[in-house]
């Protein structure tokens, strides 16, 4: 048994490092949950997203914003009413940055990686996309 | 459930998992641009255009409608955008009649009517250009979320303003966004688009 498992585990990893990643597109969602504003306004600073978000390019490279709170927030140049969502496709690798009113530090920074080139960096990628659950949108 | 076959299941979940990493996520026809859904009606105004008429959106019904916003002045995002959006507009060939960009100014101070229509006619004499009161304008920017502020720059001043352009379909639907940077090729595609729907 613990062969089999071995051996499998070892044809996983090897297809993993060499199969090329595809995808026609993959979203990376995020939400800004109702009330922020007024949480934000009641002297709240929580944070309710990631200051950093890291993108790869052909796989998981549109960001995906929606906006559930009751009222219009600001994402980087795109003003979102309530209940609206935007969705940005990423086509050059870059560090990004963005205001956002989500945020309460009013920033926020996009990464957008390459598309892992290597079989290591497949490899890696693979593996790292299985603790990402919004990879799998 | 046996060990052993509790294994191969985790096995198989994990197989299963790096496979659909790999699978194709659809083949719909994207936006270049960031996308509004759902999308609002585009915010009218009622302008002094370049043109000499009063600049409504709801003039651009059955056209897709590029609105940009800067300033006559500004010399290096509004003069990259317009020639941009220039050689879009030919690109489209016979499409070309199809695409309105609409130019509205965030320095009423010095963007008159003439000087728009001058300064536009330098890049595609369709190009039609707003302008209005400082609070008319004001007005216009809160609808699309569009920052500007004015600085001072040697005895003159300058105005730093948001870079991206909006793309509203023909039936006045505010369908997207185009961040700053963005080819001639990426607004033929969204054009096409939008204009096939």
Known sequence: ?137 | MPPQQRDLSALALLLALLVASTLPAGADEILKAGAFSPPRQAPDFSLRGSDGSELTLRRYRGRVVVLAFGFTSCIDVCPTTLGVLAQARKQLGEDERALQVVYVTVDPERDDVARMRTFLAGFDPTFVGGTGTAEELAAVREEYGILASRHVVGGSYSVAHSSSTFLIDRSGALRALMPYGHTADDYVHDVRILLKE
């Open chain 1, 1 to 137: 048994m613990a062969c089999l498992i071995a051996g499998s585990a070892f044809c996983a990893a090897t297809w993993a490092a060499w199969s090329p990643i595809r995808s026609a597109t993959r979203d990376a969602v995020f939400e800004i949950p109702k009330g922020t504003w007024a949480r934000r306004m009641a002297g709240d600073a929580f944070e309710i997203l990631p200051s950093e978000i890291r993108l790869t390019l052909g796989v998981q490279d549109i960001l995906q914003l929606r906006n559930l709170d009751d009222v219009p927030q600001v994402f980087g140049p795109a003003l979102l009413m309530p209940g609206q969502s935007f969705r940005l496709p990423f086509e050059v690798a870059s560090r990004y940055q963005f205001a956002c009113t989500a945020h309460a530090s009013g920033q926020m920074t996009v990464i957008v990686e390459p598309m892992p080139a290597s079989a290591w960096a497949r490899l890696r990628w693979r593996v790292g996309a299985l603790w990402k659950p919004e990879r799998w949108r």
